[in-house]
């Protein structure tokens, strides 16, 4: 290994190289800010000059820069807009944009960057250590595993069914399940739910629903409740200190969403979105008493966690790529396709065929992290006083890019109907005080849990999968603690209150 | 749930970076069209991308062609680009829409509310064969020992693949099943989101035996993680001549996954011929093997009526299937 780490290092340092890696990660960050523009597409506008490089390694350097890079900047717009533009930064605005509100933009894009920064760091060393044998872990899931992990993904719901809130987290969750069901599925290829129109056919698109559950809505009423955008003094520098404090009560979470988010990045399919969900999840559950209440109301593990996940997975990620040849998610699949087109076949042997690649991969990605921390930190202070322009320009601002991203993912018109008719409905919804995160959470993971489930039920030919695969049992077991833990400590507190109660 | 897809600002970008590249190289043919549309009814990434930006990239670099730009249109399993291409038939001369196999089934089953027959049929230009694989430590050495296996236990052989059943994974698995002589409907298809996941089902033992592209299968093969049981090409390909045809093991199985251009209905003929002719030359070029050989595909050029011809041959082929699996 140290010799293959000396060779990577050598045609890392190169200084084409480290301009390829610097360039990567600018223009991933840069493009990757902007809503409805995720990793894939950036990838997708890249491809062209990587293969004109001609150089595999510079290519794939290259590349791969412009996806941490992409994934560095997409919780921009999750903290600041509550507008995240990638299903992997979902989880990012659940805290981060209260933070934002609170007037802590500064801070908030702070500890994104730092979390970042090290769950792709610790990544990268996990990657390098651990690829040739984590290459059989990925390998260890089954369709019904992954149905199972899906089930504890939806348990993050939970965190949001905070008091009296339960049955409509539920009510939002199914109804995301609902929406999840439309197009295409699982069992057949005749389309489902799509009242005759072929718009439809393909279901409704991650970004136009993200858009019209969490921006739109936001805008509306930042429009009706002028008082809402008093964002006090987000724009100040100061706010970007972390102190001590926190710096010490995130550390662990960071530590510990490395290691789990890589490993959830490491099963094909399952990617960065499960990871920040389920980093979420368990985090919350973890945190204890004021710090569990502070969940979705501006926590910073809370946004530390899915931000290091998210990062951490997309690492893990290139494990199936480049050990198996396996594209785990649909960015590494054109990264798949890049590469082939370079003459670099993945795979169980491309460590040794072709070690100068996969070495240097590895070590521009410590490089790749690093340029992204020194390249975000001094920027901050800039991109946070995005909230502290005027109201009468900040919304207009807002709905040109909510649209603008709902457009672009598809070129297609009907979908900014579909997105202003979501965020009406968003927008009821949240008068009534229903949680829209959960909605969210369903729709993504629905297709996955229908697949899967579909999947699992037809190899086992019934139900037997769950109580013949440990693991599968195991893994609901858990989504069922996860889910009933909140509603118990609850439970108990307030007998504990009542109990106070009565002796008085 | 299409997450990603092209904009706008991407295919500009993309274009001006394929006509970049394109300017680098010395211009070795007559250019034959001053510019060319590619319209792609799919996201990035996709099969159909490729195979436009690559005859783009191709067509640019011979210099037969001045600038190639592309334009991303989604939806519908391919519906909505189909439509729009018909309904803006008479502003569309400049067009070309890529598309492959899907087009056919997917008029089949009524998925796309129009046919192949309602556009211009162009040519068909490149093909994937399709072939059977197991792992490479799987005791199934052939396609005997993998039907053996099956009739010992039908329902305990999964074969897998990257498409929903009733997609075209599925409907090559029944055409091998149904050329040995088996029951099509019979045998326990598992289907996949994508190809990625379904190798990854294969290779954590969940299903037997994955229903897959040949260009995937020659990559996996090539780096020993499997074997490929059968090619459903009417004989060996030169590309990796190790892997058996299903004709020579006996089984009546042939199925090519074809990719195409079509042009917007009332498209000129002499607009057509000029189309055809500017793809037949684009074909004999190296820049166009240099694309071809990454693509893994095999050329198939077939212009316009020979590609009708071809087009309801594969009609009659998949819908007969089809019929007998239930999904008409």
């Known amino acids: 290994m140290l010799e293959g780490l000396l060779i990577g290092l050598t045609s890392a340092i190169s200084p084409f190289n480290l301009m390829m890696v610097v360039v990567g990660c600018l223009i991933g960050t840069l493009i990757g800010m902007l809503p409805g523009l995720g990793p894939m597409s950036i990838i997708a506008i890249m491809i062209p000059v990587a293969i004109g490089i001609g150089d595999p390694t510079a290519a794939l350097i290259l590349l791969s820069g412009v996806y941490y890079g992409a994934i560095f900047g997409g919780s921009t717009s999750s903290i600041l807009l509550n507008a995240p533009g990638v299903a992997g930064t979902v989880a990012s605005s659940f805290d981060g944009y209260p933070m934002a509100r609170k007037g802590q933009a500064g801070k908030a894009l702070t500890i994104a960057a730092i979390a970042s920064f090290a769950g792709g760091t610790i990544g990268a060393i996990l990657l390098m250590i651990f690829a040739p044998a984590l290459s059989s872990v990925a390998l260890l899931f089954h369709s019904a595993e992954y149905f199972a992990l899906m089930v504890v993904g939806l348990s993050a719901i939970a965190a949001f069914a905070g008091t009296g809130q339960v049955a409509k987290a539920l009510m939002m969750t199914i109804l995301g399940l609902i929406l999840g069901t439309v197009g295409e599925g699982a069992l057949s290829n005749m389309p489902r739910f799509t009242f005759g129109m072929m718009e439809l056919q393909s279901g409704f698109s991650f970004i136009t629903l993200a858009m019209a559950m969490f921006a739109l809505p936001e805008a509306l009423f930042l429009v009706m409740n002028p008082s809402r955008a008093a964002t006090g003094d987000s724009g100040k520098i100061e706010n970007l200190r972390i102190t001590r404090d926190e710096a010490k009560s995130i550390a662990p979470v960071i530590g510990r969403q490395s290691l789990q988010g890589f490993f959830i990045g490491v099963l094909p399919g399952a990617g960065a979105t499960i990871a920040s969900f389920l980093g979420y999840a368990v985090e919350r559950n973890i945190a204890k008493g004021k710090e569990q209440e502070e969940f979705g109301k501006g926590s910073i593990k809370g946004l530390a966690a899915p931000e290091t996940a998210n990062n951490a997975a997309c690492t893990g990620s290139f494990v199936p790529l480049l050990t198996l040849g396996i594209p785990g998610s649909g960015t590494t699949a054109i990264l798949l396709g890049a590469l082939l087109a370079l003459n670099v076949t993945p795979g169980p042997r491309l460590m040794t065929d072709t070690p100068d690649v996969f070495w240097a991969v590895i070590i521009s990605m410590y490089i790749g992290n690093l340029v992204l921390l020194i390249l975000n930190l001094p920027l901050i202070p800039y991109i946070a006083k995005i909230l502290t322009i005027p109201r009468t320009f900040l919304i207009p601002f807002i709905l040109f890019f909510t649209l603008m991203g709902s457009y672009l993912g598809q070129n297609n018109s009907t979908e900014l109907l579909i997105l202003v008719g979501f965020g009406v409905v968003a927008t009821i919804l949240r008068f009534a005080d229903f949680p829209l995160a959960p909605l969210l959470i369903g729709f993504i993971l629905g297709t996955m849990l229908e697949d899967n489930f579909a999947r699992a039920m037809q190899l086992y030919r019934g139900f037997g999968f769950i109580l013949e695969r440990p693991m599968t049992l195991g893994l609901l077991v858990l989504a069922l603690v996860l889910v009933l833990l909140p509603s118990y400590r609850g439970y108990r507190a307030r007998k504990r209150a009542e109990g106070v109660a009565d002796g008085d | ?328």
């Open chain 2, 1 to 328: 749930m299409n997450t990603f897809g092209w904009t706008r600002r991407a295919l500009i970008a993309a274009a001006t970076a394929t006509v970049a590249l394109g300017g680098a190289v010395q211009a070795q043919a007559e250019q034959m069209m001053e510019s060319v549309h590619f319209l792609i009814p799919g996201g990035a990434g996709g099969g159909w991308d490729g195979t436009a930006r690559g005859t783009g990239e191709a067509l640019v670099n011979a210099g037969l062609v001045g600038n190639a730009t592309y334009e991303n249109l989604s939806g519908g399993g391919g519906g909505v680009a189909i439509a729009n291409l018909i309904e803006n038939a008479a502003s569309s001369h400049g067009t070309l829409m890529v598309n492959s196999t899907p087009i056919v089934i997917r008029a089949l089953t009524g998925e796309i509310a129009q046919s192949f027959r309602d556009l211009t049929m162009v040519a068909g230009t490149v093909g994937d064969y399709a072939a059977l694989v197991v792992t490479a430590d799987s005791p199934l050495q052939s396609m005997e020992d993998a039907l053996a296996s099956y009739r010992e236990a039908p329902m305990d052989f999964a074969i897998g693949g990257g498409s929903v059943p009733g997609g075209m994974d599925h409907l090559v698995a029944a055409i091998v099943m149904q050329g040995a002589g088996e029951d099509p409907t019979a045998f326990n298809y598992i289907g996949y989101d994508a190809g990625g996941e379904a190798m990854a089902g294969l290779l954590s033992g969940e299903i037997d035996a994955l229903s897959t592209g040949f260009s995937e299968a020659i990559a996996l093969a090539e780096q020993g993680e499997v074997r490929i049981l059968g090619v459903t090409a009417p004989e060996r390909v030169p590309a990796y001549d190790a892997a058996p045809t299903f004709a020579e093991q006996g089984i009546d199985a042939q199925f090519v996954n074809w990719r195409g251009f079509f042009a917007a209905p009332g498209l000129p003929a002499e607009q057509l011929t000029a189309y055809q002719d500017m793809l037949a030359t684009m074909m004999e070029t190296p820049e166009w093997e240099a694309v071809r050989a990454r693509m893994g595909l095999v050329n198939i050029y077939r212009p316009g009526d020979e590609f009708t011809a071809f087009l309801e041959a594969q009609e009659k082929q998949l819908g007969d299937l089809m019929r007998e699996l239930g999904f008409l």
